[in-house]
């Protein structure tokens, strides 16, 4: 009854010159039963199926005929009910599905961050994950799929990149499940989203379960596309924070300065994710090396990341934050204090309270506060990050454990002294 009730319709569309409505539903149905935000289709790759100037109206068809509902979730939205959106898709004659996939997935393309950034929370990219997945189950033709691979891994990325590591890691899980079947464990756009998942299991803090991932991904990548390969690298350096956080801190260097190499040698010295890997170093590496390495020049990364990308570039930051971790290490305390003061600042105003930089950027200046002998407001520092912390990423993560070892080391009146 459902489909000879909506194919009357669209016959009815046809007779009154509205056969825009009958394309819309038609791509409408390649997409998920979920809402799914305007913004999306008003974009001009709509242009492939039906006129960008025409949407509106076809839209409108649709909501007069009860075909589709505008829902508002704080973002406005058009959804229709799973039924009827898969009895359209089967319905849909075969030499009309490829520009409706071909256009579905530009759509979403365009909608996802070109290049994903550090940022907070935002609501409409977990609105976007169902709709990628389902373009992954839809999409048939080879370049299509891969172009929709592509973008749902970018969207794991985005969601990363606020802080949403729990939506990253089931969005770049289940896209790398689902490309597999279809292109093959070794594809390189399934690797790279088997890399992804390692990246958000590490920042979940199942570590061993990252290891596990990322490092057999990592070796077949250089075995296929070689060591300076763009997507061996960011596996790469994905493994290198496990290792750094699970003690095989000489592991950690060991990769680390590869992957650096590497990234200088692919994108050149002033690319973000080679001034990143640098940037690592200053963490990683012990006081008498950090002082040494690049003949002295890595201590100045922050002030080359300026002249590079700007001072307020994600990147730059980072490098304060890191540097100002080797000032610490090394005994200047003051400096240090000064310097992760306004990174917590930069961070807090551009984050918010409870994004993961700035609670790490907290815990650091709760560590210069109490070796400036400021003991109470270390205190009160590292107080507000492990509450925050068990909130977010819960009692047992690795972070909140180290957060709370942290406090209970101030509190005791003996903190431990910066790593010799």
């Known amino acids: 009854m459902v489909g000879l009730t909506w194919q009357l319709t669209l016959d009815a569309f046809e007779a009154r010159g509205l056969s825009e409505a009958t394309a819309l539903l038609r791509l409408l149905s390649r997409f998920a039963p979920e809402p799914l935000p305007l913004s999306v289709l008003n974009r001009a790759e709509i242009d492939g199926v039906l006129p960008r100037a025409r949407c509106e109206i076809a839209l409108r068809a649709l909501l007069d005929q009860s075909l589709t509902e505008l829902v508002d979730i704080g973002v406005r939205c058009a959804q229709s009910h799973g039924v009827l959106l898969d009895s359209v898709a089967a319905a849909t004659p075969a030499d009309r599905k490829p520009v409706l996939d071909t256009t579905a997935v530009r759509l979403l393309d365009a909608a996802v961050p070109a290049v994903p950034d550090a940022g907070p929370h935002d609501p409409s990219l977990r609105m976007l994950v ?91 990548q250089e075995r296929l596309f070689g060591p300076h390969d763009p997507d061996a690298l960011d596996s790469g350096f994905g493994l290198q924070l496990v290792l750094g956080n699970t003690g095989r801190r000489d592991e950690a260097i060991a990769l680390l300065r590869a992957v650096t190499a590497g990234r200088r040698e692919a994108l050149g010295p002033a690319h973000p994710l080679t001034l990143r890997s640098r940037s690592g170093l200053l963490v990683l590496l012990s006081p008498t090396d950090v002082v040494t390495e690049e003949d002295g020049a890595l201590l100045s990364l922050p002030s080359q990341c300026v002249r590079s990308l700007g001072p307020d570039h994600t990147v730059t930051l980072g490098a304060h934050h890191n540097h100002a971790w080797a000032l610490y290490q090394l005994g200047r305390f003051e400096a240090a204090d000064q310097e992760i003061r306004r990174v917590a600042e930069a961070y807090r105003r551009r984050f918010g309270p409870d994004y993961p930089f700035v609670l790490s950027a907290q815990q650091l200046l709760s560590r210069t506060q109490v070796a400036c002998s400021h003991l109470d407001a270390g205190i009160a520092l590292m107080t507000d990050v492990v509450a925050r912390r068990e909130r977010g990423l819960g009692p047992a993560h690795p972070f909140t454990v180290d957060s709370r070892r942290v406090l209970s080391d101030f509190r005791s009146g003996n903190p431990r002294p910066p790593r010799v």
Do not use: N
């Open 130 to 220: 169902p709709h990628g997945l389902a373009l992954l189950r839809h999409v048939q033709e080879p370049d299509p799929l891969a172009a929709a691979l592509t973008a749902v891994t970018r969207l794991s990325v985005a969601l990363h990149r606020t802080g949403d590591y729990l939506s990253a890691w089931e969005t770049a899980r289940t896209a790398a499940d689902l490309g597999e079947r279809r292109l093959g464990a070794d594809h390189r756009l399934v690797l790279a989203a088997r890399s992804r998942t390692g990246r958000a299991l590490f920042r979940l803090g199942r570590y061993a379960e990252a290891e596990a991932l990322l490092a057999p991904v990592h070796a077949v």
